[in-house]
């Protein structure tokens, strides 16, 4: 296994005073993790450096053609003061799924899960205190070769940064207002849908926008062919409490294998839930709601965790969800999740990785 180098800061940040005004995305850490691609010889130099500016030829491809791949996950401080990871393998494995669709050198996950861990063992001290605050990971990788041309990276970077953050919806866990899109598509089969690239959320973007002039806090996309079928929130995976049955839409090449999507639906299911992953179409939403049998519905993401949906805008209807309120079953979720991610209940799932 490599050897990853580390370049110690001459000197280092104040930490946040005030952990309850962290937001989300907007603090970073003293340091960052390189790794360089080039072609012949493969991923090399890893390292740990002081955080900064990367430099950047203006031809570099990834800011022409958008050759970019990127993950999320967290960092948690138990009540013990020990730092945890929620399923940090996965988050590797996906991050090679992207890398093989957008042609990119696939990295080595064992390794890469090390030098997660060594960043975040060296950032210890700036994984936040405070309850229902972490510090988020972000992994990813751009191609970097001064070139004019369309046509797959040569030269490449694998970076990871780090952010302390608190909720990353203004709501916190009180339900949110969502939109469902009519007028735009994010990604269809056969594209980038089920990749995590930048592309993807630039596509976002104009609906997000709509979106906010309406007081809406997310958008609800549909598939990009009949425009009727629902595929995901902009940064949740969804599920919808139907009845007796939990449904979310299956994983068909448009939509992200969400980590905690897979992590609800293995507690559903050992909670003996019903739980379906298949099509389900607005309208099917719809008939539900206005025969009283929508009981709750929730996004789920690394960001949020569990999110609960109290507002539905389809055209002029408005879908109000349990009163606007969080539903138990929601409740029961994030509290689970959570408490085995900050380390306060039992892991029978074996999901933490300790970082030491």
């Known amino acids: 296994?490599?050897?990853?180098?580390?370049?110690?800061?001459?000197?280092?940040?104040?930490?946040?005073?005030?952990?309850?005004?962290?937001?989300?995305g907007r603090i970073f850490t003293?340091?960052?993790?390189?790794?360089?691609?080039?072609?012949?010889?493969?991923?090399?130099?890893?390292?740990?450096?002081?955080?900064?500016?990367?430099?950047?030829?203006?031809?570099?491809?990834?800011?022409?053609?958008?050759?970019?791949?990127?993950?999320?996950?967290?960092?948690?401080?138990?009540?013990?003061?020990?730092?945890?990871?929620?399923?940090?393998?996965?988050?590797?494995?996906?991050?090679?799924?992207?890398?093989?669709?957008?042609?990119?050198?696939?990295i080595d996950e064992e390794f890469a899960l090390e030098a997660l861990k060594t960043l975040v063992d060296l950032e210890r001290d700036w994984v936040p205190y405070t309850e229902g605050t972490s510090l988020y990971l972000r992994p990813f990788i751009f191609a970097v070769d001064p070139f004019i041309g369309v046509r797959p990276a040569s030269q490449l970077i694998f970076c990871i940064i780090c952010s302390p953050v608190g909720s990353y919806y203004p709501e916190g866990l009180n339900p949110v207002?969502?939109?469902?899109?009519?007028?735009?598509?994010?990604?269809?089969?056969?594209?980038?849908?089920?990749?995590?690239?930048?592309?993807?959320?630039?596509?976002?973007?104009?609906?997000?926008?709509?979106?906010?002039?309406?007081?809406?806090?997310?958008?609800l996309w549909l598939d990009g062919i009949e425009r009727k079928y629902i595929e995901e929130v902009g940064t949740m995976n969804v599920f919808f409490y139907v009845g007796d049955e939990i449904i979310t839409p299956s994983l068909e090449g448009s939509i992200l294998g969400g980590i905690t999507r897979l992590s609800t639906i293995?507690?559903?299911?050992?909670?003996?839930?019903?739980?379906?992953?298949?099509?389900?179409?607005?309208?099917?939403?719809?008939?539900?709601?206005?025969?009283?049998?929508?009981?709750?519905?929730?996004?789920?993401?690394?960001?949020?965790?569990?999110?609960?949906?109290?507002?539905?805008?389809?055209?002029?209807?408005?879908l109000t969800v349990n009163d606007n309120k969080i539903g138990p079953l929601s409740q029961k979720l994030y509290d689970t999740l959570t408490d085995i991610q900050w380390g306060k209940a039992e892991d029978k799932f074996n999901w933490t990785v300790e970082v030491n």
């Open 1 to 24: 296994m490599k050897t990853i180098k580390i370049n110690l800061a001459t000197g280092l940040k104040p930490k946040p005073a005030d952990e309850s005004k962290l937001g989300f």
């Open 30 to 106: 003293d340091y960052m993790f390189l790794m360089n691609y080039d072609e012949g010889q493969g991923w090399h130099s890893p390292r740990i450096v002081p955080f900064g500016p990367v430099a950047l030829s203006p031809a570099a491809m990834c800011l022409h053609y958008g050759q970019e791949v990127f993950e999320g996950l967290k960092a948690y401080r138990t009540p013990e003061n020990k730092i945890l990871l929620f399923r940090p393998e996965k988050n590797m494995e996906r991050l090679n799924l992207s890398n093989r669709r957008l042609c990119i050198p696939e």
């Open 177 to 219: 207002k969502i939109y469902v899109e009519q007028n735009y598509v994010r990604a269809v089969k056969g594209g980038f849908g089920f990749t995590k690239t930048a592309g993807n959320y630039a596509a976002s973007l104009k609906a997000q926008e709509e979106a906010h002039t309406q007081n809406f806090t997310q958008v």
């Open 266 to 318: 293995e507690l559903l299911k050992s909670w003996g839930y019903k739980v379906s992953e298949r099509k389900i179409s607005i309208d099917e939403i719809v008939k539900a709601y206005d025969e009283n049998n929508l009981k709750e519905s929730f996004g789920t993401g690394t960001a949020a965790v569990i999110s609960p949906i109290g507002t539905l805008k389809w055209g002029d209807k408005i």
